[in-house]
């Protein structure tokens, strides 16, 4: 038998360390998705199921995505909220449509612009059209009602904050008014504005994305977070009302990988 050398041990435990570090930046965070789950409902016999989908950023259908879906569909959520970014370019809709068809139709869903189909110049007409005949309407700076197990739920869906025109006083116009108001608006920084604007109206819940954990956290530092990120990374944000949930996302921009923030899908009962 080979006598191993101290030099050859410490050499092959350096590549597997890097090893084991390019696996996790490049696979795991990436493609092994961090279920979430809170319950803040206010009457706990009448709950309403959301999932949150945030930042897909989705240009080809992957394993992942097809586990996404599945999951969905066995959770079975009375609502999907989609919070922008879900597509980079008007050619990534046909795939974004194979992904919404894998769940199940009759789960309503509601979707809001990100800043990547502004950058992207993504033909919004192509993406109302593909999200409408997946049981799901795109909002831009609008509201609407929605009914389930006696409940009446606003959602409020607020124009992406960087690339389009976020108007919080136009997407309360005729808003019928609820015992639960949420927001979904893509861009977490734009919280401080609404906070500004919001007078006796009262927000429940804010679900917002846009940062993907800050991507890439090293030691606990982010090295870059993009521009309507604000004092915002990821998480919960309850110092003041209303509070609001800032998802990580599935999907990566600029950079392909992830380290010290694993997507993640939210599911709430509110």
Not at 87 to 112: C, H, M, P, Q, R
Request: aromatic letters at 10%.
């Amino acid at each position: 038998m080979k006598k191993i050398t101290r030099r050859s041990f410490i050499m092959k435990g350096i590549l597997a360390i890097i090893g084991l570090f390019l696996l996790d930046i490049l696979w795991f965070e990436k493609y092994y998705i961090d279920w979430n789950y809170f319950d803040i409902s206010k009457n706990k016999k009448s709950k309403i199921k959301i999932i949150q989908i945030s930042d897909l950023h989705i240009n080809t259908l992957r394993s992942f995505h097809k586990s996404i879906a599945k999951k969905i569909n066995s959770i079975k959520p009375d609502l999907v909220l989609i919070t922008g970014d879900s597509v980079n370019s008007t050619n990534d809709i046909s795939v974004l449509n194979e992904f919404l068809l894998l769940i199940d139709n009759s789960i309503k869903k509601y979707a809001i612009t990100g800043n990547r189909e502004y950058n992207g110049n993504v033909d919004l007409n192509k993406l109302k059209d593909i999200y409408e005949n997946n049981n799901c309407e795109l909002l831009i700076n609008e509201n609407r009602n929605f009914t389930k197990k006696d409940r009446t739920i606003s959602i409020i869906g607020i124009d992406d904050f960087i690339g389009g025109n976020a108007d919080f006083n136009k997407s309360i116009e005729n808003l019928k008014l609820t015992g639960t108001n949420i927001v979904l608006t893509h861009c977490p920084e734009h919280r401080d504005i609404i906070l500004q604007q919001i007078g006796d109206l009262k927000i429940d819940l804010i679900l917002s994305g846009h940062t993907h954990g800050g991507q890439i956290n090293l030691f606990g530092n982010v090295l870059f977070k993009p521009n309507g990120s604000g004092k915002y990374l990821k998480g919960w944000y309850k110092e003041k009302e209303p509070k609001m949930y800032v998802s990580k996302g599935i999907g990566t921009s600029h950079i392909p990988i992830r380290f010290g923030a694993r997507a993640e899908m939210v599911v709430f009962d509110i």
